[in-house]
């Protein structure tokens, strides 16, 4: 959160203004300072210096994010991957939106994240936006939107980085841009391995028990070339492929994805752009389910889902109209006021930046490629000069409009009941899911001080084909065609953002080597005494239920949950109100020679303290959840025979949820080499009315802590850094009943690098450093899953 101001050899009276970051949420960018709602971002260089081996790891350093389980996804099942921010009803299937490059990266069959596609090395930035979203991007931006930048392909860059350590753990990733010709070529690759470890806890462990393994290995091929006048066409294809071992020898799942998009950007007059994109996706899944006696000396097949396969296609665009000439920038240097957040965290007080864009200089007002396009970085170079006249654009009246449209075909193919040897029962379950929507944002300046937002979005969606063939021994058993069904969806919001003038002038950024600014940004002149900001939004957002959620049945362990085909949407309606209050004084610093990346290091601020508290509310209605119906052993139709020990659930819809809570942040600047941060959510997320479950009413939500906590230090000495980070996660429930408790914990990361030369540096990392146990699930038998042990990495990294 802390700023950094710096008289960089200019007098106090003439401040050298920069054009201030921005963040995408509206699929536009828009500075950060005048957005109406939380947002928190992580650079590449927060990115590459986190102890954590996956980026999901690394986002654990935001209290408000969760994965459906505490486990990581190196070696988690991929449907326990979904997504919740603030605690919005954590299940397999995300609750938030997450993007890569513009482009939805849940499953289109379940709704999880397989994590492993994402870049590590290749990230630009990460921008994370709670509670909003839900106006711009429609369906499943229920919970807030995560978006996934890679560097685009601008320029001659290569990279290689390569990291080895506990449990045979393996990651190597390489980055190859070349300009050839008229075009771009960008080469990415990564591939992660490692033979895991136990998942159960040691006390209960036996001999079926075996390490949960993964191997994932990807391969993207990205073509950038202007195309017409103003017009810059990107090409992309991926090939994606994993298999992970579930912690007995029988369990195991398998992805296999190809992915094709086409992105276009123009700017055809000063006063509009444009982009578009064009994506098509092919993937399969894979799995086997068991169940293991309670001596954990055997296990027998449960199911084997040997084919999930999914299609989708899409199609985005999305226009921004300046109303007002994009020269129109107050030249007063009193209304840029400036703190910059810690790695981004929470909402900016006057100025905030939060974090830096890779190898960007700033983004324009116009001209940016938008977040439906790789070039969002590309159109962002060059063009810092149109923020450099100073001010910020708080007098210009801008309007985002677009569409999109989204189709989805997907089916399991599963045998179940084992009997003699042989599976006994299959069954195909699928359907189509279709929707389309249109959007316009608009946002102007009330007051000089005061901006504001207004939006509505309108999405329609259509569900066909929906099966459920049944086979038992190779004849028809059943054959079950679900009807038609549609809707139409209505997503408005509203904010304002008043950033008050004070005595903390112009934008100011942090050392990247801290994670937290644009690595070519450059702080400014000033003197600052206290900067404060304050905000407001609601919102009401949308998640229509996957396919998954709608035809399919699952098993872990020996908890057997059914889909249910007469799901209702999911409807939220949200707020939030939020402080930063920025105090301290800028000093001068002698400069530092070079980065890592061979570019200056800006000076920064010396006892600067921030301080932020946002409070939120979340009224969801209808929310999937899986309700237990029963405990074995039973025999249920549609679900089967569940064994003693295991739980029968079926998915229903919740009549309401209550989610509501605040967040506290805080970090202090104590030199300009040493930098501490700590965040803490209190979140109550509580069923209120259920008519289906009137045993859940009052109860909390399952796998949501009620508090949680994180902190850390940033330390550099010459061509050292040190970054430990402690996390604390407070006790949560397994179940919906709440009578599964999963302890709180404790778990400490660090991670240290030291510089080379130019371009080259080694690293070491250590997750869960202390080796505390963390449960990750708890079953009724009394069976306790654990997470991550202490893992060591070793690495090193060069690039040119």
Same mark, same amino acid.
């Given at each position: 959160m802390?700023g950094?101001?710096? +008289?960089a050899?200019? *007098?106090?009276?003439?401040?050298?203004?920069?054009? /201030?970051?921005?963040v995408?949420?509206?699929?536009?960018?828009?500075? *950060?300072?005048?957005?109406?709602?939380?947002?928190e971002t992580?650079?590449?260089?927060a990115?590459r210096?986190? /102890?954590n081996?996956?980026? @999901?790891g690394?986002? &654990?350093?935001?209290?408000?994010?969760?994965?459906?389980? &505490?486990s990581?996804?190196?070696?988690?099942n991929p449907?326990?991957?979904?997504v919740?921010?603030?605690?919005l009803?954590?299940s397999g $299937?995300s &609750?938030?939106?997450?993007?890569?490059?513009g482009?939805?990266?849940?499953?289109?069959?379940?709704?999880?994240?397989l994590?492993s596609?994402?870049?590590?090395?290749?990230?630009?930035?990460?921008?994370?936006?709670?509670?909003? %979203?839900?106006?711009a991007?429609g369906n $499943?931006?229920?919970?807030?939107v995560i978006?996934?930048f890679?560097?685009?392909?601008?320029g001659?860059?290569?990279?290689?980085a390569?990291r080895a350590?506990?449990?045979?753990t393996? @990651?190597?990733? =390489?980055?190859?841009?070349?300009?050839?010709? =008229? %075009?771009?070529?960008?080469?990415?690759?990564?591939m992660?391995?490692?033979d895991?470890?136990?998942?159960?806890?040691?006390?209960?462990?036996?001999?079926?028990?075996?390490p949960?393994s993964?191997?994932?290995?990807w391969?993207?091929?990205?073509w950038?070339?202007p195309?017409?006048?103003?017009?810059t066409?990107?090409?992309t294809?991926?090939?994606?492929?994993?298999?992970?071992?579930?912690?007995?020898?029988?369990t195991?799942?398998t992805?296999?994805e190809t992915?094709?998009?086409l992105?276009? $950007?123009?700017?055809p007059?000063?006063? +509009?752009?444009?982009n578009?994109?064009?994506?098509?996706?092919q993937?399969?899944?894979?799995?086997?389910?068991?169940?293991?006696?309670?001596?954990?000396? =055997?296990?027998?097949?449960?199911?084997h889902? +040997?084919?999930?396969p =999914?299609?989708?296609v899409g199609l985005?665009?999305?226009?921004e109209? *300046?109303?007002?000439?994009?020269a129109?920038?107050n030249d007063?240097?009193d209304?840029?006021?400036?703190?910059?957040r810690?790695?981004?965290?929470?909402?900016?007080p006057?100025?905030?930046?939060?974090? %830096?864009?890779?190898?960007?200089?700033?983004v324009?007002?116009?001209?940016f490629?938008g977040?439906?396009?790789?070039?969002?970085g590309?159109?962002?170079?060059?063009?810092?000069?149109?923020?450099?006249?100073?001010?910020?654009?708080?007098?210009?009246?801008?309007?985002v409009f677009?569409?999109? +449209?989204?189709d989805?075909?997907?089916?399991t193919?599963?045998?179940? *009941?084992y009997?003699?040897?042989?599976?006994?029962?299959?069954r195909? $379950?699928?359907?189509?899911q279709?929707?389309?929507?249109?959007f316009?944002?608009?946002?102007?300046?009330?007051?000089?001080?005061v901006?504001?937002?207004?939006?509505?979005?309108a999405?329609?969606?259509?569900?066909?084909?929906?099966?459920r063939? @049944?086979?038992?021994r190779?004849e028809p058993?059943?054959?079950v065609?679900?009807?038609?069904? @549609?809707?139409l969806?209505?997503?408005p919001?509203a904010?304002?953002a008043?950033?008050?003038?004070?005595?903390?002038?112009?934008?100011?950024?942090?050392?990247?080597?801290?994670?937290?600014?644009?690595?070519?940004?450059?702080?400014?002149? %000033?003197?600052?005494?206290r900067a404060?900001?304050?905000?407001?939004s609601?919102?009401?957002?949308?998640?229509?239920?996957?396919?998954?959620e709608?035809?399919?049945?699952?098993?872990?362990?020996?908890?057997?949950?059914?889909?249910?085909?007469a799901?209702?949407?999911?409807?939220?309606?949200?707020?939030?109100?939020?402080?930063?209050v920025?105090a301290?004084?800028?000093?001068?610093t002698?400069?530092?020679?070079t980065?890592?990346?061979d570019q200056?290091i800006?000076?920064?601020?010396?006892?600067?303290?921030?301080?932020?508290?946002?409070g939120f509310?979340n009224?969801?209605?209808d929310?999937?959840?899986n309700?237990?119906?029963?405990?074995? /052993?039973?025999?249920?139709p549609?679900?089967?025979?569940?064994?003693?020990g295991?739980e029968?659930?079926r998915?229903?819809?919740l009549?309401?949820t209550?989610?509501r809570?605040?967040?506290?942040?805080?970090?202090?600047?104590?030199?300009d080499?040493?930098r501490?941060?700590?965040?803490?959510?209190f979140?109550d997320?509580?069923?209120?009315?259920?008519g289906?479950a009137?045993?859940?009413?009052?109860?909390?939500?399952?796998q949501?802590?009620e508090?949680?906590?994180?902190?850390?230090v940033?330390?550099?000495r010459?061509?050292?850094t040190l970054?430990?980070?402690? &996390?604390w996660?407070g006790?949560?429930?397994?179940?919906?009943?709440?009578?599964?408790?999963l302890?709180a914990?404790?778990?400490?990361d660090v991670?240290?690098?030291?510089?080379?030369?130019?371009?080259?540096?080694?690293?070491?990392?250590?997750?869960?450093?202390?080796d505390?146990?963390?449960?990750?699930?708890?079953?009724?038998?009394?069976?306790?899953?654990?997470?991550t042990?202490r893992l060591l990495l070793?690495g090193?990294?060069?690039?040119?």
């Open positions: 802390a950094s101001l710096a +008289f050899g200019a *007098a106090e009276s003439e401040p050298v203004a920069l054009s /201030p970051l921005f995408t949420a509206n699929r536009t960018a828009e500075a *950060a300072e005048l957005m109406p709602f939380s947002n992580f650079t590449s260089e990115v210096g986190s /102890p081996v996956t980026v @999901d690394l986002l &654990r350093e935001m209290p408000g994010f969760s994965l459906f389980r &505490r990581d996804s190196l070696v988690a449907s326990t991957q979904g919740s921010l603030r605690g009803g954590p $299937a &609750r938030s939106l997450i993007l890569l490059d482009v939805p990266l849940i499953d289109p069959f379940g709704g999880w994240v994590w596609k994402v870049p590590r090395e290749s990230l630009a930035r990460i921008e994370i936006v709670p509670g909003a %979203g839900g106006t991007w $499943a931006a229920l919970g807030g978006q996934l890679t560097e685009p392909a601008v001659s860059r290569q990279r290689f390569a350590g506990s449990y045979q393996l @990651d190597l990733e =390489a980055q190859f841009t070349e300009p050839v010709g =008229a %075009g771009t070529l960008q080469l990415l690759g990564r992660l391995s490692t895991g470890y136990e998942t159960v806890a040691e006390e209960q462990r036996g001999p079926i028990d075996v949960a993964s191997r994932a290995r391969a993207t091929m990205r950038r070339q195309v017409g006048d103003g017009v066409a990107t090409l294809v991926r090939r994606f492929a994993e298999s992970r071992g579930n912690g007995t020898p029988y195991r799942n992805s296999d992915f094709a998009s992105a276009l $950007a123009g700017q007059s000063t006063r +509009f752009q444009w578009a994109t064009a994506y098509g996706q993937q399969d899944f894979t799995s086997t389910f068991s169940a293991v006696n309670a001596t954990r000396t =055997a296990e027998t097949p449960a199911s889902q +040997f084919a999930v =999914a299609d989708t985005a665009w999305v226009g109209w *300046a109303h007002d000439s994009a129109r920038w007063r240097g209304e840029l006021g400036g703190a910059n810690g790695r981004g965290t929470g909402v900016p006057v100025g905030l930046a939060q974090a %830096g864009m890779s190898r960007g200089t700033g324009p007002p116009v001209g490629a977040t439906n396009s790789p070039d969002h590309a159109a962002a170079a060059g063009a810092s000069e149109v923020g450099a006249r100073g001010g910020r654009a708080s007098d210009e009246a801008r309007t677009g569409f999109d +449209f989204r989805v075909r997907g089916e193919r599963e045998d179940s *009941a009997v003699d040897g042989a599976f006994t029962r299959r195909f $379950a699928g359907g189509r279709s929707m389309a929507g249109a316009v944002l608009h946002r102007r300046a009330l007051a000089p001080d901006r504001a937002s207004l939006g509505l979005r999405d329609g969606w259509l569900e066909t084909d929906g099966h063939r @049944d086979f038992l190779g058993a059943g054959d065609a679900f009807g038609r069904r @549609d809707g969806e209505l997503s919001s904010g304002v008043w950033t008050p003038k004070s005595n903390l002038m112009g934008y100011s950024f942090m050392p990247p080597h801290l994670g937290e600014s644009n690595p070519l940004g450059y702080s400014l002149a %000033g003197r600052g005494t404060v900001r304050l905000h407001a609601v919102q009401q957002a949308f998640r229509r239920p996957t396919l998954n709608l035809y399919r049945a699952f098993r872990v362990g020996n908890v057997i949950t059914d889909g249910n085909p799901l209702r949407t999911e409807n939220v309606t949200s707020g939030e109100i939020g402080a930063t920025t301290g004084r800028a000093l001068p002698a400069p530092r020679s980065d890592r990346r200056e800006p000076p920064v601020n010396r006892g600067r303290l921030t301080l932020g508290v946002t509310w009224e969801l209605r929310s999937v959840a309700v237990t119906i029963a405990s074995g /052993p039973v025999t249920l549609g679900i089967g025979f569940v064994p003693a295991g029968a659930r998915k229903h819809n009549d309401r209550r989610v809570g605040v967040t506290l942040e805080a970090a202090w600047t104590f030199t080499a040493l501490f941060e700590a965040e803490y959510l979140n997320a509580r069923v209120t009315r259920a289906v009137p045993w859940l009413i009052g109860r909390r939500l399952a949501v802590p508090q949680s906590a994180t902190a850390g940033s330390w550099r010459g061509r050292w970054s430990p980070r402690v &996390r996660m006790q949560q429930f397994e179940d919906d009943n709440n009578r599964l408790p302890a914990a404790t778990v400490i991670a240290v690098s030291a510089t080379l030369s130019r371009s080259a540096e080694v690293f070491a990392s250590a997750e869960n450093l202390f505390h146990r963390v449960e990750t699930g708890r079953a009724a038998s009394g069976l306790v899953s654990v997470g042990p070793v090193f990294r060069v690039w040119r």
